[in-house]
């Protein structure tokens, strides 16, 4: 049996590939820190929880596929926070982050067209991995580690506009940069759409993990494009409840959610009880922000401190999310990664990071670098960075 | 801003764009007998909530993309029951039998080489949307109410079959029309799928909900087509807990479950809560489906004659799901739907019904069809079908 060219085109998680070898390593009796998985260690609010134990309806019944009432609500008021003024029906509730920008690309970009999108590299590996699903071309805009993994010159990225492209889709805070993008570079982005006619599918999940008293620019905040602005947001980093895959939708253009609440009626809806879980979520006092983010901040300075102290090292400090992508003096950062799982140890315990070639869509970029996810409490983290430290010397690949 | 054709051509939910006049009915002060959605009014079996409510993890983390092990073991026993024997990598656990039919068609059907898939209809309708959002062409093998819609002869299938036919679709017991193929007929279509080398995606969501006491065959036990069979299945309607949003892909191709695996990692994982309850519901007692079972039978049983007491209705007795596919003396289901609706009651109560012209792909057919989704308990069917009966008479498109 032959299977369709778009789904064995699809590469593999290049995250969960290496799963395997983390495995082994275990067997062997090591212990692994596991910087390579966006996995918040915060405990969830207790009221998601609480909330859903108090469920007592008899039928379990299919709710709306625009999601319900109440939750649309909170997100509404949320986002008037960030000073972005939503409608109910300019709102809608997705199986998590990722199922808000399949249905956005879906809309925006047509297969048989050979419709393009294009993608800042390094960018989360399943904007590429839903492109290809409904056959979607990706079309990259290298960024640098030397620069942060901000956005290259407007002219760059008008190099990858063609009569096909439709849309660009970007994060802000970056996974897995740690970028967040400054006023300016959310402008250039808004000019250029408007001059192209592109859509913006903004993932936003991260919105809240902004350090260094950074001010920070939403796509929901620049008036003269909000024809063409999707956002794309999520509880599952905001409130640490990756298990409930409640995301979402919002749009100022009614057209567009009317056409997307037609793939939301296709699925027919999202589960009932994270839904009513979420809305608890977002009732959360801000001060969680505030010790979640001091938390953060006190594990990023560990991770790049630690960085800054691997000779041969490039890397920018993160601004935002809870990602770095560095570029280490090594041949090849999945070769490091396997041989760090398989055959180096510190008394017992390794490191696993996250190879970032899979990360990019042009080939051969990335290849000596890796994103860390800072995820483990300050201790762990610092035992992980000096094991990293001296895997980079002893590693036989290393090129310094 | 234009969107894509794929999704602008997507048709709205034929039942769900109805809503407004059954609103406005309300609004009325009308009683409104819902016989046009599949939800079901049985209660959900306890241990779904109980389960649910003794979770206690601290961070509610990503689960396994393929599903949690636990469910996967569950189903693999469930099917035991059925003579079907998978293994634990021949089940992916997916949001909804929604979100198995939407993989199963990506991993099977091309966007840009045209393919196309064949389904019987009237057909469950997100067949059709699924489909066009991922751009695969669907062609119709019509079958008819006088026929109690059974597949037509082999010859029929075989002119919808071309070079770009890469699978057939299917529900049985069969949504909308309620009929149960013969073992030969799934011979037919085991027979087709291997000389024309196509994938069979067979919805068997509803394989608890036969009657008469019919033998039930499941394209799972024709041993010869096991490498191209893809089981879509779902907790929704078997345990009446639509809103868990659990469903799951089962197929002894094991290279294309890798594949579709790939799409599961994409959008990570599936709701990890109600992975947990519907472990649980796989344990649901044996006797559970007898009672229910008995319980649609007579309402089947007062649908049916309620509608042979109309003259010039057409419909076979469904002998499965608890759906009817019936063509009414009326100019169009769709006005005579929106007039019980707007215009007609019997002592301030009328009736809904789901016009069957969005389940036909061919244009034109199912104009004068309804479903009947008996959903309702006895007191309330026979009501509303005698509502129906004197709607049909007072109706000023009737053609009899």
Request: charged share 25%; hydrophobic share 40%; proline share 5%.
């Amino acid at each position: 049996m032959n299977f369709s060219k778009r789904i064995t085109s699809m590469q593999e998680s290049p995250i969960r590939k290496l799963v395997p070898f983390a495995q082994g390593a275990k067997a062997q009796g090591k212990k692994v820190y596991h910087l390579n998985i966006g996995q918040p260690d915060i405990e969830t609010p207790e009221s998601f929880m609480n909330s859903i134990r108090n469920f007592d309806e008899k039928v379990l019944a299919y709710s709306l596929s625009q999601g319900i009432p109440e939750l649309i609500e909170a997100i509404i008021k949320y986002y008037k926070k960030y000073d972005m003024h939503y409608e109910s029906d300019e709102i809608l509730i997705t199986n998590g982050g990722s199922e808000a920008l399949l249905f956005a690309i879906i809309a925006c970009a047509d297969a048989d067209a050979g419709d393009e999108v294009i993608v800042p590299e390094p960018f989360y590996t399943n904007y590429n991995g839903f492109s290809a699903a409904v056959d979607v071309k990706v079309c990259p805009i290298t960024c640098k580690a030397e620069e942060g993994f901000h956005l290259p010159a407007r002219k760059s990225i008008e190099e990858c506009i063609n009569p096909r492209t439709k849309a660009i889709i970007l994060s802000n805070p970056g996974n897995p940069t740690g970028v967040v993008y400054t006023k300016e570079e959310i402008q250039m982005v808004a000019d250029l759409a408007k001059e192209y006619n592109l859509f913006i599918i903004a993932d936003e999940v991260y919105r809240e993990f902004v350090y260094d008293g950074l001010n920070y620019t939403s796509f929901g905040n620049i008036e003269e494009i909000q024809d063409r602005v999707i956002i794309v947001d999520s509880v599952s980093k905001r409130y640490s409840a990756c298990g409930a895959r409640i995301g979402s939708l919002a749009s100022k253009n009614k057209d567009l959610m009317k056409q997307i609440l037609k793939l939301c009626q296709g699925r027919l809806c999202v589960p009932t009880l994270e839904q009513i879980g979420a809305v608890e979520l977002y009732k959360t006092p801000e001060d969680y922000f505030e010790s979640v983010n001091q938390e953060y901040d006190k594990r990023r300075n560990i991770v790049f401190e630690g960085l800054q102290d691997i000779p041969g090292v490039v890397c920018e400090k993160p601004t935002g999310a809870f990602y770095v992508v560095a570029k280490l003096p090594v041949d090849d950062a999945e070769k490091f990664t396997i041989w760090m799982l398989r055959e180096f140890d510190v008394d017992g315990e390794t490191v696993m990071v996250a190879p970032a070639e899979g990360f990019y869509a042009t080939p051969g970029l990335g290849r000596d670098e890796i994103r860390i996810a800072y995820i483990l409490n300050e201790d762990d983290l610092k035992k992980a960075m000096s094991i990293l430290k001296k895997a980079v010397a002893e590693y036989p690949g290393t090129t310094i």
